[in-house]
């Protein structure tokens, strides 16, 4: 099997083949958005379908590898040029930060909140940081598309919302919200900690103490929350916590976090 059918095998659209460096793609169901990833030297590679994978699936060619002479060099020239992208995405989003006007926004309205939030040229700018520095910005538009900065740095990034209690781990940012409203019922400190990704959710775990998750009940969040701890919070099929809380009231939504501390 060629990568380029290994890839389409796991929902990936590539139109043309770039080698040596992580490419973000289209996907078979969200053919319009970048929703995927691959990487391949020619031999080895991997694929990610965010809306699928929590992790990297790896691929490996049943051909004999012949090694290239220059891929020490090509490799020290993607590592440069990736970091040159990461430290440009993190300026932007400083930028970003410090452009915002703070107003309701359309998205935050229809997931049931009257908050004002952060708001770049109609967007919702949520800033993403990794051991306290801002790395890049999540971009929620009007009608909840989401994107992040080109060349920014995603794994281990996350929001934290803070009020100094148990660390607690979700996928997004309206979840996150749902979640500080629903413990703030039952009285509870937290810190909640925005992963944007199920897969993230295990990295950003993996630096915690004790993480609690509150999983989206789709196979992909349900999967990361089984790898991150022993209990977690799980709504009905289809269902993130907000999606929840707006079903059932907030006061139901936070009972039935209470046993969980």
Same mark, same amino acid.
């Given at each position: 099997m060629t990568f380029e059918e290994f890839a389409r095998d796991n929902g990936l659209l590539i139109d043309r083949l770039t080698l040596g460096k992580w490419m973000r793609?289209? !996907?078979?169901?969200?053919?319009?958005?970048?929703?995927?990833?691959?990487? $391949?030297?020619? %031999?080895? /590679?991997?694929?990610?379908? $965010?809306?699928? %994978? +929590?992790? @990297?699936?790896?691929? *490996?060619?049943?051909?004999?590898y012949i090694p290239d002479p220059m891929e020490g060099i090509?490799? &020290?020239?993607?590592?440069?040029? *990736?970091?040159? *992208? &990461?430290? +440009?995405?993190?300026?932007?989003?400083?930028?970003?930060?410090?452009?915002?006007?703070?107003? &309701? @926004?359309?998205?935050?309205?229809?997931? /049931? $909140?009257?908050?004002?939030?952060?708001?770049? @040229?109609? &967007?919702?700018?949520?800033?993403? *940081?990794? +051991?306290? %520095?801002?790395?890049?910005?999540q971009l929620i538009q009007e009608d909840g598309q989401k994107r992040f900065l080109a060349g920014q740095r !995603?794994? /281990?990034?996350?929001? !934290?919302?803070?009020?100094k209690g148990p660390n607690i781990l979700v996928e997004g940012l309206a979840t996150g919200m749902s979640v500080r409203r629903a413990l703030k019922q039952l009285r509870q400190r937290y810190t909640i900690h925005v992963c944007f990704s199920a897969g993230n959710m295990i990295e950003v775990g993996s630096r915690i103490q004790s993480p609690f998750v509150v999983a989206d009940n789709d196979p992909v969040g349900l999967g990361a929350a089984k790898k991150i701890a022993p209990r977690y919070w799980v709504g009905e099929a289809g269902e993130d916590f907000n999606d929840f809380e707006q079903r059932v009231g907030t006061e139901a939504a936070a009972e039935s976090l209470r046993p969980f501390f």
């Open positions: 793609v289209g !996907t078979v169901d969200r053919p319009a958005k970048r929703n995927g990833a691959y990487i $391949f030297d020619g %031999h080895k /590679g991997a694929v990610i379908n $965010f809306a699928m %994978h +929590d992790k @990297h699936i790896l691929y *490996r060619s049943d051909e004999p090509r490799r &020290q020239l993607a590592d440069k040029e *990736r970091l040159e *992208r &990461q430290a +440009d995405a993190a300026k932007r989003a400083a930028f970003i930060c410090n452009s915002v006007t703070v107003e &309701q @926004h359309p998205y935050m309205i229809r997931k /049931g $909140f009257s908050d004002k939030v952060k708001v770049w @040229h109609r &967007q919702i700018a949520v800033p993403m *940081r990794i +051991d306290g %520095h801002l790395v890049g910005c !995603t794994k /281990g990034a996350s929001l !934290t919302i803070d009020n």
